[in-house]
Structure formats: structure tokens, C-alpha cells
């Protein structure tokens, strides 16, 4: 997936136009609030967005520095009756962080993180992964969270965030300990005095509750190094590609919980990733060789330094066009096979359609973990994810034809659970798919911290 650099680029650009200046005088004692709004020469720079065919207007955007920027924010909403989307990475697949004639409270430059004592930071919503990676890594320390260097550690965690590291070391969100956040009351709250609100951001957090402005998270001991094989296939047919990813489920389900696989067919190529940051005992060398056996090529990895691979993956520069979404969390291939003939014969016909598969379990499926977040698939241990992109505008309308045909394949063949941080804006069901049996309970939460729905998106958390 993609980073960019718009967030560096956008401040470099305020700053050379004298907003930073409005922006330092916003963050003096007697704050009046900084708006951005339509006919502003800054508002087309400031609604960018990472997926460019979300396509919003919002009626203002408030940049934040600090909290009481956040807290004015919020009580203009209420003054004037304005919804407000909260953006920190802006990486949502449907523009959640965004909306057309509201208000976005926009916590990008809020990107601060703090080390509390050696293993414990305390990170603003806006810092993204790779500068993540690049406060922690130094100092011999991880946060287990996703690939992409420009997506934002508010969104990934609060919608739970898996990457490399989660089956040794669990869900972004599992290391989260404590957050604050301003409510829709324009009221400073924390986790420290209600543990339900912890347990409702593990996993249910996104733009519901109120707007995250600090998050206290647990870090790990960094592996020095890790190794990435990759096998490839070309020239796939129905036959061979339904047999490997059957193949792939017998296989990644017996790599120890070090090492990531992700299963990726791109039309008619295939792609097996496998990453690893621990021993490369025999289940992997079993892995390598029996799957392997199954592929065109293996392409065997040597150890490299943790930073340098993390950097490789951090993926394309943005914005561009896509549609991505959950293909559904699956408890094993059996989940798959009615759907799976049909699914995979769409993306071989397709150019530019994706279907990937990662796998999760390992430390993910933790009863302790499940006791106190709302996160609801543990038991699920694979991940689906479609993806579209194309580079010229005729090939949008056939490829998101051939998108909604691989859901609804999917979806009418029992493929119903689906990751809250991979949304689809077609799921109809989407409060069962992403939070299950914890839907009534987020509501419960939601009724006491924006009874009134302040904060939404079309599939946030209702009161
Ligand atoms: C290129 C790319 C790669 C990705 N890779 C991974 C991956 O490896 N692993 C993974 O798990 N996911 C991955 N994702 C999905 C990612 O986790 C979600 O898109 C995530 O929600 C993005 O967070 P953000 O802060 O960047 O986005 P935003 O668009 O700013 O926010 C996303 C959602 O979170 C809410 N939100 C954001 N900030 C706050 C806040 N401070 N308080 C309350 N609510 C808030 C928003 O309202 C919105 O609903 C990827 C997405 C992309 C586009």
C-alpha cells in the first residue's frame, strides 16, 4: 500500500504562506479558532486526501495543534450544528476522515511522540508509521502496527492495525494502554477513569466517540534483522490458482507466529510473501520447500536490518485513485471454497484487481487480548483484502464492475465478517461485519461520550 509525503508537504506550504504563523498564534493562550473554508486559498490543499476518488467538500477544516485547538473545535461544531469527521493519517479506503458540509477536524501536525519511561510512548494521533519506526527503531524498541509508512497511528489502532509483527506480538491496538480524548461536550476524558472507553477504541474507535488526542502504548524489543522469501507464479488459470491458495491455507497455518505470509494474486500473477523476524526453524524451511514446490520460483531472502526492510514496505507515493476494501476474515479455507472459484476467476479476467490474503492469528487470538477489546474476529486467523487501481479513467468503471462482482460473490457465499480499518462502503450490514456481538455494547459507550452523534461517517458507531 502507499505513503506519501503530502502530510510534510502540506506544512512546508503553510509555512511558506504565513498559515503556520495563524497556526502559532491559534496555539497561544487565548486561542481564537483557526477554520479553513471553501474560497480559502488553503482549503483545496487541506481537503487532499490520501484516496483521490473520495471526493468531499467539507464546510470547514480546523488544523489542530494542540488539544484546546480541538476542544474550540468541537464547541463551533455545536454552536452551528455541524457534523464532524476527525482525520489524522487520512488513509481511510472510503474517506471517513472527511465529509461533504461539515466540519474536519484536521489532527495531522499533531504528531508528537514521547517516551515515558523505556518501553512506554505517548504518540499524538497524527504521527504516522514510519516516524513511528523512526523514534522507535533507534532505541532498540517496535510498536507491532501496519506496513504503509504514511498511514496515521490513530486510525490503524483504533481500528485495531495488524502488520508483520501482530501473530508474535498482537494487534496495535492489544499495546495500547491508555488514551484521552476531547468528547462531544468539548470535555477532556480519559481511559484512566473509564476502562470501557479503552475497551471500545481496541477496535471500535474510528471517528465515534470523540477525538483521539494522545495514546499510550506498551513497545517491544525490536529483532535486529528479518528475512522476506517471495514465490511467484505468471500466467495463472482457474485450476492452479484455486489449488494454490487451498495449498497456501494448509501451509501458512503452520508457520510459526514470527513469521507473516500474505498470499497476493494480481489477474493472473501470484505473489506469496512470507516475512520473518525470528528463528527460520523447519516449519518455515517446510514451508519453502513444500509450497514452493507448487510455484514457478523461489526467491529465498537473507537477514537485513529490521529499519531498512520496514522502509522497503512503506509502498507508493499518494494520492491516487483505488478502491480497497475487506474480502472477509476467514477461520480457515473451508470459509472460502464456495466462494472461491467464483472470486478467483473474476480477478484472473480483470487487470488491475487484487485479491490478497494475510495472515493474522498467533498472539492475535489471546483470550486475554479478546476479554478487553472490542475487536470481535480473533478466531478468525486470515485476513481478505480486494484492491482496484487503475492509471487512466476508462478502466475505473470496469474495474469497480469486477470489484462489486468479487464482493457480492463473496457475500452470497457466506463471507460476512469483515476488518473495520478495511471498510466498504457497499457492506449494507457493516455494524455486524465489523463489530459482531460487540455492536450493542459500542453503542452503549457512544450514548455516553456523543449521545447527540456529533462525531460520524456513514458507518460510525450510532448512539
Ligand atoms: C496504503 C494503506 C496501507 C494500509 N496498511 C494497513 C496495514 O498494514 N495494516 C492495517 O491494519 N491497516 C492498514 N491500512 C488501513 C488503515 O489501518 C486504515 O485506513 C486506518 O483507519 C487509517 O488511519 P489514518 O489515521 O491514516 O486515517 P484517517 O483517514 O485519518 O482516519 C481513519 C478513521 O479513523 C478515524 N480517526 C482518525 N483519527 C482519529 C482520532 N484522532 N480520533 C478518533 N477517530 C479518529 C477517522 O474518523 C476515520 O474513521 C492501510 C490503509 C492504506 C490506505
Not at 252 to 262: C, D, E, I, Q
Not at 438 to 454: F, H, M, Q, T
Request: charged share 20%; hydrophobic share 35%.
Amino acid at each position: 500500500m502507499e505513503p506519501n509525503d503530502d502530510s510534510l508537504t502540506r506544512l512546508q506550504f503553510l509555512i511558506a504562506s504565513g498559515v503556520a504563523g495563524a497556526l502559532a498564534v491559534c496555539a497561544k493562550s487565548q486561542d481564537p479558532l483557526f477554520l479553513v473554508e471553501p474560497g480559502d486559498k488553503h482549503y483545496e490543499s487541506l481537503r487532499s486526501r490520501y484516496n483521490t476518488c473520495v471526493d468531499l467538500r467539507p464546510a470547514a477544516i480546523a488544523p489542530c495543534t494542540k488539544p484546546p485547538h480541538v476542544m474550540r473545535a468541537v464547541q463551533h461544531a455545536n454552536r452551528t450544528q455541524l457534523p464532524i469527521a476527525i482525520r489524522s493519517g487520512g488513509h481511510s479506503f472510503e474517506g471517513f476522515s472527511s465529509n461533504d458540509k461539515g466540519l474536519v477536524i484536521d489532527l495531522s501536525r499533531m504528531d508528537r511522540v514521547q517516551f515515558l519511561d523505556g518501553n512506554r510512548i505517548a504518540v499524538e494521533p497524527g504521527c504516522t508509521l514510519a516516524k513511528l519506526n523512526d523514534e522507535l527503531l533507534p532505541r532498540g524498541r517496535l510498536l507491532p502496527a501496519g506496513s504503509c509508512g504514511t498511514v496515521g497511528i490513530a486510525g490503524l489502532a483504533l481500528g485495531g492495525g495488524y502488520g508483520f509483527f501482530s501473530r508474535k506480538l498482537g494487534l496495535t491496538c492489544d499495546s495500547l494502554e491508555a488514551l484521552s480524548l476531547i468528547d462531544a461536550a468539548g470535555k477532556l476524558r480519559s481511559t484512566k477513569d473509564d476502562p470501557e472507553l479503552l475497551w471500545a477504541c481496541r477496535g471500535g474507535g474510528n471517528g465515534s466517540f470523540g477525538v483521539v488526542i494522545e495514546m499510550v502504548f506498551r513497545t517491544h524489543t525490536a529483532p535486529v534483522n528479518c528475512t522476506r522469501h517471495r514465490l511467484r507464479v505468471r500466467g495463472l488459470d482457474l485450476p492452479r490458482a484455486s489449488k494454490l491458495l487451498e495449498a497456501w491455507f494448509e501451509h501458512s497455518a503452520k508457520l510459526p507466529p514470527s513469521h507473516f505470509s500474505a498470499f497476493v494474486l494480481n489477474h493472473t500473477s501470484l505473489l506469496v510473501l512470507v516475512f520473518g523476524h525470528g528463528d527460520e526453524g523447519p516449519a518455515v524451511e517446510r514451508f519453502l520447500r513444500d509450497f514452493g514446490e507448487l510455484c514457478d520460483e523461489t526467491q529465498r531472502g537473507t537477514p537485513q536490518p529490521l529499519a531498512k526492510s520496514l522502509v522497503g514496505h512503506y509502498g507508493r507515493v499518494g494520492p491516487l485513485p483505488f478502491k480497497n476494501a475487506s474480502a472477509g476474515l476467514y477461520r480457515d479455507f473451508d470459509d472460502l471454497r464456495k466462494a472461491a472459484p467464483g472470486a478467483l476467476d473474476v480477478v484472473l479476467q480483470t487487470p488491475g484487481l487484487i485479491f490478497q490474503v494475510n495472515t493474522l492469528g498467533g498472539a492475535i487470538a489471546d483470550p486475554a487480548a479478546a476479554a478487553v477489546s472490542s475487536y470481535p474476529h480473533r478466531d478468525r486467523p486470515w485476513l481478505g483484502e480486494l484492491q482496484a487501481y487503475w492509471d487512466k479513467p476508462a478502466q475505473k468503471a470496469p474495474l469497480l464492475d469486477a470489484f462489486k462482482k468479487t464482493q457480492n460473490i463473496l457475500r452470497v457465499n457466506g463471507i460476512t465478517s469483515h476488518y473495520a480499518n478495511y471498510p466498504d462502503i457497499a457492506f449494507t450490514d457493516w455494524e455486524q461485519a465489523y463489530y459482531g456481538g460487540n455492536y450493542e455494547r459500542l453503542r452503549a459507550v457512544k450514548r455516553r461520550y456523543d449521545p447527540d452523534n456529533r462525531f460520524r461517517h456513514p458507518q460510525s458507531v450510532r448512539p
